[in-house]
């Protein structure tokens, strides 16, 4: 077989994972060529993205781009089928990106490091597999090959609370996969295929009729809330959003990039590229459950953060609060599903545009939060805020850039996380509007967080016992922080670069 | 065609280079102090020379209003659409680029001496902290001089990012751009206050000032939602000067109140601006701002952050006023304007009379005076609230500066005698009115101004058309607490001045205040200038005598934007009162406060004034209020309800639950069931049963095989669990 005939979506996704393979031959004492290798190899997807990414056409014709088809279990009609779209093509570049700048956040892992770097790369091939996968198995595949790294990572180089927080985790998600597992199969059983592609072309608009002698409205609703229940989980949609704090805080700070910045999206992009285009008659029926529960998520998740005494903590329930807001905006879209009023299909479009945007906006700043709460840890090994105090003294460029990931964090405009907020807002505004009224609470008491984090840790008299204890950031850390930092601001400043790509994705997926 | 084409460029490159200078400081030149006051004020000069081009085109185009300058471009895909966003500059604009420029500029420079640039460093100075002051020796002998700023290069980057927000707000075409300088201008305001973050005040301040602006901006967030989704469009253009647009939005019902639609997003915006220029209820946090370099309160209250919040209801007048013609009666949320500010003019002037802080004078006297100009714009008087708000930016930065030389003053006179006082406290100084001549008359001006002193200041004349206008258009209430404010203004302005000025020195500090060096003065004596004579371009026609000389040029220059406010109708009742009030407040003002004679006596206010004094000077217990109230009992729920009961205990406590209940059950069926019946043969599945605990437990050891082996034995176990499972 000629390499280069292997279609590009299959390089992306086996890179990770064929590069890790090759990490274990390396001798485990040879630790600096480990991580550089690493490092090495999780650049390369990195550069396979920006190549889709300056190839990809908005406006081609075909929806997905890139496609690969390879069979695989023809006897279940389950075949490898892979492509892009600018949705997930924005999520691929978030995790390639995320990938290396977790990794080199990571060089500073004594322990195993190994073990530690091979199930990185692991996780990144679960990750983008998920993304890439156009084929209902081959998703649920991956989605369950990125579960297992993340709870070795948790459970072996987590903090004090690592074993609680890990079982946690995959108890929480698995219990959705299980779910999510029995509706695929229903679907593929019914379908007579897993293709997602195919099944859209007719699953949605079956009506009347039985399987098993149960009408297919039955089945329907029953597969629809086991999709919703696994996605749910993964996001977190308030109430089921409690593994998320313990797991993120007891992840090590790489670990918890990645968490926060990409895991998290796979429970959004579920919603988006599953949930709504499967079920449109069930979505539009539990809109309003599912917009209450998002606003639950926004003005509780920013409460509980507002009372965290741990920096870690406190950055993981702002992770719930930003979430909840694409969650709000997949509710009105699944509002306005099928809905042929202009006016209102042009909200649920600029909704779903501030959702993607804002699941890749989030990505970058709760990246970007753990990783600066990991830097002070590093040299205080405390996250306790009131240990802290005028740090900002002695870490002037910490405290700026502490202040600007913070800001981005907030929504502050001119940064990132302004554009997607203001746009979810419009969006949901004319479809939600009470519901986005007391969303308000929440972006409010993000502003109360957020200035507790700062006033904390950086300003009020200095606390002597830091004095030479504390180091300013690194060159190492400066290069993990400052892609995020330009990205964030080109976002804030010039957002249709990454938006034209989503936009012609979204309008004609919904 | 091609001079306006560059016109147009010229407004979009208005606000860069404060911007660049942020940049530039913060990045490459923050090690030299020099070069950071060099960066900041060639930006800031940049941008004045760019604002007062295109000031002076603007007042030579013909029918502006109805052809602003501007242009825009495609900045958001929106579907099949772009939401565009663009600059834009009709008569207001033009107002606001012309005091904005000025006043920045002069706060540019004045910030040079105050940061006290050219003095040695303190030995005990350290970031975050205001300098103590240095020890030198000159001639043999030692003395205190006071010390350069230590973060002096951050302040210049912050202060720089601050009007480069208020530009981009001013020359904004569109609601969407003005909320982005709006917020960039929340976030410097937070920087600036909070610039000795070393302090605990300062760094209580700058939060308040943030969370209590924010109340109002997450309103305009909604405001700008409903916009966007009722007419498609952010552009000024599109809306305010759009008759068929403001109809409809006139006439159609929102769900909120029976309120019209237009009269909600009014509502919604004007909630912002209560947060931003400090209105009732959300004026708490303006006074505590003060903590902040002096600069900065001028910046504040003059040039940027306060006048930005009337300025954008000012711009939505047309919308606010959708559907109201001049002496109807006023619709709803013109009404709501209307008494708010009225009230919060009358509110802070009373607590500004029992402050001895000099600054937290003049922030109350802010207060006052941005109420005037929502109670003008509520009454529909928009040419006089956006003449007011011009010249008070004059007069108000002009007297915060000038309070800043004279607190440099007393510092001087602190360091110099060694009497530990607090400079700011006015009952301390005294007499200074010769120590520090170029100070006190520039003072004077700005104080006199703000008193609305009779014809030769500018607050006369913006003031007196307020005044008019609430009484021609018989809004009596308005008209009475406005003048009732009025004398308050006039009297606690005699006293700070009497207070500050004249009598004799009451400290060893104020006895050895010196003069401030002159790149401090000169900005106040070009503000001083302003001060007086920026009202004489809207001198009405109907004044006695001179309203014959004068071309009323502001009204015909603002007035364009709306429809005419009152025609031919004229009285001398408003004019008389403004007279009066100022006058005798002024008289009173000093008669009262000349019996100070030294800082341990009673104050003369509190006798004359007893319990009132004390409600004033504690400032009605807003804040405590408010602490007890809304803050407290927010924490409380957040910390109680949502993190421990929700989260903790009702969530959590319901998976422990259930986890306890699968364990039970597992032990249940193991003891109950499978040793005695199963026995032997259960004892597989019994171990299956304990679940991934042990299992986990036991994979725990380091092993990468282990692990590796396990995720491919996940996938295997899946794969032939889908076969085996579809098969059948």
């Known amino acids: 077989m000629n390499f280069l005939s292997i279609p590009i979506l299959a390089w992306l996704v086996l890179i990770p994972v064929l590069g890790g393979l090759l990490l274990l031959l390396i001798p485990g004492k040879k630790v600096e060529l480990i991580r550089w290798s690493a490092l090495g190899i999780s650049l390369l997807p990195l550069f396979l993205t920006v190549l889709l990414w300056l190839n990809y056409q908005p406006k081609a014709e075909a929806h997905f781009q890139f496609e690969m088809i390879i069979p695989w279990f023809e006897v279940i009609h389950s075949s490898i089928h892979f492509g892009l779209d600018g949705i997930s093509l924005t999520m691929v570049l978030l995790t390639a990106l995320l990938t290396p700048l977790s990794i080199l956040t990571s060089f500073n892992i004594k322990e195993n490091v190994k073990a530690f770097m091979a199930l990185f790369l692991f996780l990144e091939t679960g990750i983008l597999g998920v993304f890439v996968s156009l084929d209902l198995l081959i998703f649920f595949l991956f989605w369950e090959i990125g579960l297992v790294p993340m709870y070795f990572l948790i459970n072996l180089w987590g903090g004090d609370k690592r074993n609680y927080a890990s079982l946690k985790f995959i108890l929480f998600t698995m219990g959705g996969s299980l779910g999510l597992l029995l509706a695929i199969q229903l679907l593929g059983v019914l379908m007579g295929t897993f293709d997602l592609v195919e099944i859209l072309k007719s699953w949605p608009f079956l009506q009347e009729g039985t399987i098993f002698k149960i009408p297919y409205e039955i089945v329907k609703a029953i597969a629809f809330w086991a999709f919703v229940i696994a996605f749910a989980i993964k996001v977190p949609v308030w109430p089921f959003h409690t593994w998320l704090p313990d797991a993120h805080t007891e992840a090590p700070t790489g670990g918890s990039m990645i968490l926060a910045g990409v895991l998290l999206k796979l429970g959004a992009y579920g919603f988006l590229r599953l949930v709504l285009p499967l079920f449109p008659v069930e979505s539009a029926k539990y809109a309003g459950w599912l917009a209450a529960l998002a606003v639950a998520a926004i003005v509780f998740g920013a409460l509980s953060a507002a009372s965290q005494t741990d920096f870690k903590r406190l950055v993981a329930y702002s992770s719930i609060n930003h979430m909840g807001f694409v969650i709000l905006a997949v509710a009105a879209a699944a509002w306005a599903g099928g809905n042929t009023d202009p006016a209102v299909r042009q909200s649920s479009v600029i909704a779903v545009n501030g959702a993607v945007l804002q699941m890749f906006n989030h990505g970058l700043s709760a990246a970007g939060m753990f990783f600066l709460v990991g830097v002070l840890y590093d040299r205080a090994h405390t996250r306790m805020l009131d240990k802290f105090g005028g740090l900002f003294a002695i870490v002037p460029n910490y405290g700026a850039i502490l202040i600007f990931l913070s800001m981005a964090s907030l929504g502050l405009p001119g940064l990132n996380g302004f554009v997607s907020e203001f746009m979810i807002v419009r969006g949901v505004w004319p479809i939600y509007m009470a519901l986005t009224a007391v969303s308000m609470i929440g972006l409010l008491f993000t502003g109360v967080y957020v200035l507790k984090a700062i006033k904390l840790v950086l300003q009020g008299p200095f606390n002597e016992t830091w004095a030479g204890r504390i180091s300013e950031i690194n060159v190492r850390e400066l290069v993990v922080i400052v892609p995020l930092m330009i990205l964030i601001l080109s976002i804030g400043i010039w957002p249709s670069w990454i938006l034209t790509i989503i936009n012609q994705t979204v309008m004609r997926w919904f | ?728």
Request: glycine fraction near 10%; charged fraction near 10%; hydrophobic fraction near 50%.
């Open chain 2, 1 to 728: 065609m091609n001079s306006i084409l560059s016109l147009n460029t010229l407004i979009w490159l208005i606000p860069l280079p404060p911007l660049v200078a942020f940049a530039v400081i913060l990045l490459l030149v923050n090690k030299s102090n020099r070069a950071s006051h060099g960066t900041a004020l060639l930006a800031a000069g940049l941008s004045f020379i760019g604002s007062m081009i295109v000031f002076f085109k603007a007042l030579s185009a013909t029918s502006l209003a109805t052809a602003p300058f501007g242009s825009e471009i495609n900045w958001l895909p929106t579907g099949d659409t772009w939401l565009k966003i663009g600059v834009m500059v009709d008569p207001l604009t033009a107002v606001m680029l012309f005091f904005v420029a000025w006043t920045v500029l002069m706060i540019f420079i004045y910030s040079v001496g105050y940061h006290n640039f050219g003095q040695p460093k303190g030995d005990h100075d350290r970031p975050g902290l205001p300098p103590h002051g240095a020890d030198v020796t000159e001639h043999g002998k030692s003395h205190r001089v006071l010390s350069i700023e230590p973060m002096y290069a951050r302040f210049f980057a912050l202060i720089s990012l601050f009007a480069f927000a208020m530009y981009l707000l001013v020359v904004s075409d569109n609601l969407l751009t003005l909320y982005i300088g709006w917020e960039i201008m929340g976030l410097c305001s937070y920087l600036l206050i909070g610039f000795w973050y070393g302090k605990e005040s300062a760094r209580k301040a700058a939060i308040k000032a943030f969370i209590t602006t924010r109340i109002g901006d997450v309103f305009i967030l909604l405001g700008l939602a409903a916009l966007y989704s009722l007419t498609g469009s952010l552009s000024f253009k599109e809306i305010l000067t759009n008759p068929a647009v403001l109809e409809t939005l006139s006439t159609t019902v929102s769900p909120v109140l029976g309120l019209s639609w237009a009269g909600l997003v009014g509502l919604l915006l004007f909630i912002g601006t209560i947060g931003k220029s400090a209105q009732f209820p959300l004026h708490v946090w303006l006074p505590d701002a003060m903590e902040g370099p002096t600069p900065v309160s001028a910046m504040i209250h003059a040039a940027t952050m306060v006048s930005a919040g009337v300025y954008m209801v000012i711009r939505f007048f047309p919308l606010i006023s959708a559907g109201w013609h001049p002496g109807d009666t006023l619709n709803p949320t013109m009404t709501i304007m209307a008494s708010i500010g009225a009230f919060t003019a009358l509110f802070a002037a009373t607590i500004a009379m029992g402050q001895n802080d000099v600054k937290r004078v003049l922030a109350y006297s802010t207060i006052s005076q941005l109420g005037y100009m929502i109670a003008a714009l509520g009454i529909g008087a928009f040419t006089a609230a956006a003449f007011h708000l011009m010249t008070h930016a004059f007069f108000k930065a002009l007297l915060f500066l000038g309070s800043g030389s004279v607190i440099h003053g007393m510092e001087h006179g602190v360091l110099h005698s060694g009497d530990h006082i607090d400079p700011q406290d006015m009952r301390q100084m005294g007499g200074l009115r010769t120590k520090m001549p170029r100070t006190f008359w520039s003072f004077l001006a700005g104080g006199l101004a703000l008193s609305g002193f009779p014809l030769i200041t500018a607050g006369f004349w913006s003031k007196d058309e307020i005044l008019s206008g609430a009484f021609l258009g018989s809004h009596m209430a308005v008209f009475i607490m406005l003048a009732l404010a009025a004398l308050l203004t006039a009297f606690y302005t005699a006293r700070q001045i009497t207070m500050v000025f004249f009598g004799e020195p009451r400290s060893e500090a104020a006895k050895h205040a010196s003069e401030t060096k002159p790149v401090m003065t000169t900005p106040l004596l070009i503000l001083a200038f302003f001060a007086l004579t920026a009202g004489w371009v809207g001198i009405p026609k109907e004044f006695p005598i001179l309203g014959h000389f004068s071309p009323a040029w502001f009204q015909t220059f603002l007035g364009s934007m709306v429809e005419s406010a009152h025609g031919e109708e004229h009285s001398l009742v408003p004019l008389l009162t403004s007279l009066v009030v100022s006058l005798g407040g002024l008289t009173l003002g000093w008669l009262v406060n000349r019996r100070f004679k030294t800082a341990a006596q009673m104050d003369p206010m509190e006798k004359s004034l007893g319990f009132f004094f004390k409600v004033f000077q504690n400032k009605y217990w807003v804040d405590e209020f408010y602490e007890v109230v809304f803050i407290r009992p927010a924490g409380w729920i957040a910390e109680k309800i949502s993190y421990q009961l929700i989260d903790q205990t009702i969530i959590d406590g319901a998976l422990n639950g259930i986890g306890r209940l699968g364990n039970g059950l597992g032990r249940l069926f193991r003891f109950g069931f499978d040793l005695p019946v199963v026995n032997g043969a259960g004892d597989g599945l019994a171990d299956g049963t304990k679940g991934l605990g042990s299992l986990f437990r036991r994979m725990q050891n380091g092993k990468i095989q282990h692990y590796m082996g396990l995720a491919v034995l996940f996938i295997v176990l899946i794969a032939a669990a889908v076969v085996y499972f579809v098969q059948i």
